[in-house]
């Protein structure tokens, strides 16, 4: 008589979002509530997660994802730490809504000290619809942080049976399930038949490698993104710089291109000892630094292949450490 192997401990940790959405009917994928479904009920829906662990849920807030503020990504952040930190637990999934995933998976990726598998997942459609994208969504995240596969990946995102890293995700339809796409740099792997496949992993550091710490911090840095298009002009640049921004994230046009009716505002800013990060809305490729701008002499920074919206949250975890421009343009070749 072989004992049977033992089922890893995963905690979920409930956020809200459609995973956790109601409709009026069984058609409604759109103009349905978010929000709304309890962790109790997320697992009961899924009686096959018992096959694949322990499972336990912990109810962390019940929000639609665009409401995602950095008190709650620091209370996640140190509530996903301590459990991290106790023997008894082998892994967690956050289930959240999809809005702002990538952005809450990429902080943690960046500020959780355990190399135990961390995974985030949402759904498209909401529990209540036809071919809802939930239950296989939670089913496939609770197998991949029950893995000794996922261990040291980073954080990673569970959806449409496709691993992917919280560096590379990006949410890239506003509703058809296959939306969450790493377009640039790929995904990681494939989730089958109850297993996790990997092929590649990241270089970029995380996790236990990461130098941010947020377990003394209260609130981050104010740091906010104005966008590049034709025709701009430096209001919405000059109102956050008015409103205490310590760091300035800007989409620009093309390869991070700077318009002449800006670059005096950004200049000015720079001057007052707010950070400029160039980053751009196209989506993929190098941010050339000393490309579209002279950064050296402007001393501004630039975001490498970070999208705007991580850009953001690289800035202010960097606003933590330093205010040195070039220790923040490392950090933003390291992360
Ligand atoms: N598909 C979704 O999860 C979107 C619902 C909601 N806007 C949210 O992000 O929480």
New binding site residues.
Partial sequence: QVAAPRLANVTILAT????A?TGATSTTTVGYT??TVGVQNLIKAVPELAKVANVTGEQVFQ??????SNEHWLALAKRVNALLAQQNVDGIVIT??????EETAYFLNLVVKSRKPVVLV?????STALSADGPINLFNSVLLAASPDAVGKGVLVAMNDQIQTAREVTKTNT?TLD?FRSPELGMIGYIQGGKPFFYRQSTRKHTVDSEFDVSALQSLPQVDIVYGYANVSPVALDAVVAAGAKGIIHAGVGNGSLAAKVLPSLKSARQKGVLVVRASRVGQGILARNGEANDDELDFVVADTLNAQKARILLMLALTKTSNSKDIQRMFYTY
Avoid: V
């Avoid at 809200?16 to 995973?19: A, D, L, M, S």
């Avoid at 929000?63 to 995602?68: Q, W």
């Avoid at 949402?122 to 909401?126: E, I, L, T």
């Fill in positions: 809200g979002g459609t995973i959405g978010a929000a929000i639609a994802s665009e409401n995602m959240h809504g999809t809005d702002t995933l949402g759904a498209m459609r909401p509703s939306s």
